[in-house]
């Protein structure tokens, strides 16, 4: 099993980018409560260059509130962390695979949550391409 979904991005532009992934995630429910650019992290950090590569920390309010009340510590895993950078063929955003993450706690009635936030995920990303 994969700890990811992915999606290649059709825009024009990284911000184009960022933006029509932020759209797609407020679709399906999603909120992006925290936005890490990790390119200009890393330059202020400790002076490295890398690509277009921000972190969203994506939210949906219903199901962390339901998820937290059948297991209180699993806020470890919240917010669903959606990936957008820039590749070579253009921009991708790769988004954590919430049944992967699931596994690792002993608690059967997250995976219903995780399997249900996985299909509005991916279904999210989809209308990326």
Known sequence: MSYYISQKINATSFEAAIEKTTAALKEQGFGVL????????LKAKIDKDIAPYTI???CNPGFASQALEKEN??????????????????FEAVAVDP??????IPNSELIAFAEEVKRMLSDALKTLS
């Open 99 to 104: 049944v992967a993450s699931m596994m690792a």
């Open 34 to 41: 925290t936005t890490i650019d990790m390119k200009v992290t």
């Open 56 to 58: 969203l920390g994506a």
């Open 73 to 90: 510590n699993v806020g470890v895993f919240l917010p669903c962390n959606v990936v957008v950078k820039q590749v070579d063929s253009g």
